[in-house]
């Protein structure tokens, strides 16, 4: 991972000036639809009936791969709500993993599911970043891309309220044996997006920019792990946080 300048406060005219800045665009999928629940959500980490209704695709760009149990199969979902935007991720994983226990620690060296979250129609130079692994230990942060002098702001005093569940099918920090795999489920209420939603309220036919991350730590020891994008970085610079890599949501009904 990255290691931006670490930004305390941030008044909220310098951060409507920095949403205000698009980068560069590129060429992206077609936007990933995301259905209106029309049942109440639990989160309970399992995949209920409503989550069948919504599209789901796979984490299909693998980064520092070295062995073949490196690239794990990863299944992704997402639905709204009136009250929500909610988040599944479905992780096939030999060798469940994880170690961190600290709120904004590092559970990216850990298996771990994140979603960074632009709320607008543009690859804007900021985005909110929820990182989580299996202990439920939370990396949450406002990420500024080209805050000063080239150079990036991570806003770690962000420590939303939201809800996650985690399901595991196997045994933790155990590679004797091999496991089957891992789901996280998350509600991220609308809230915490108050002050921008304007730019582009959730719901249907609005688009926000996002991207969705699986970090994979299969060995026992050691910081050694493989990740899958749901849409694709640049090879030459694989890098997460870029917002041209980042790929759209649409909300429908």
């Not at 909220?12 to 259905?35: G, I, M």
């Not at 939201?162 to 920090?173: E, K, M, R, W």
């Not at 309220?201 to 991207?211: D, I, K, L, S, T």
């Not at 969705?212 to 910081?223: P, S």
Request: hydrophobic fraction near 35%; proline fraction near 5%.
């Amino acid at each position: 991972m990255q290691h931006p300048i670490n930004v305390s406060l941030i008044s909220a005219l310098s951060l409507f000036a920095l949403l205000a800045l698009p980068c560069e665009s590129k060429e992206t999928d077609e936007p990933f639809k995301v259905s209106k629940a029309d049942t109440a959500i639990q989160i309970d980490g399992k995949l209920d009936a409503a989550w069948k209704q919504t599209e789901v695709r796979s984490l299909e760009y693998y980064r520092r791969y070295e062995k073949a149990d490196d690239r794990q199969k990863t299944k992704f979902r997402m639905l709204w709500d009136d009250e929500n935007v909610y988040v599944f991720f479905e992780c096939k994983d030999k060798y469940i993993t994880a170690r961190e226990t600290k709120r904004d620690g590092q559970p990216y060296f850990d298996d771990c599911a994140e979603i960074f979250l632009i709320p607008a129609n543009e690859q804007l130079n900021m985005h909110y970043g929820f990182e989580l692994n299996l202990y439920k230990a939370s990396n949450d942060f406002i990420f500024l891309n080209e805050f000063q002098n080239g150079e990036q702001g991570l806003i770690k005093s962000y420590n939303p309220d939201f809800d996650v569940a985690v399901s595991i099918d196997g045994t933790l920090n155990d590679n004797s044996d091999t496991d089957t795999g891992w789901t996280m489920e998350l509600a991220i209420p609308l809230k915490l997006f108050i002050g921008i939603e304007s730019f582009s309220p959730v719901a249907p036919g609005n688009r926000w920019a996002f991207q969705a991350i699986r970090q994979d730590r299969n060995d026992a020891t050691g910081n050694r792990r493989s990740w899958g994008t749901l849409f694709e970085v640049d090879p030459e610079h694989p890098r997460v946080h870029e917002p041209e890599d980042f790929g759209f949501l649409e909300f429908v009904e």
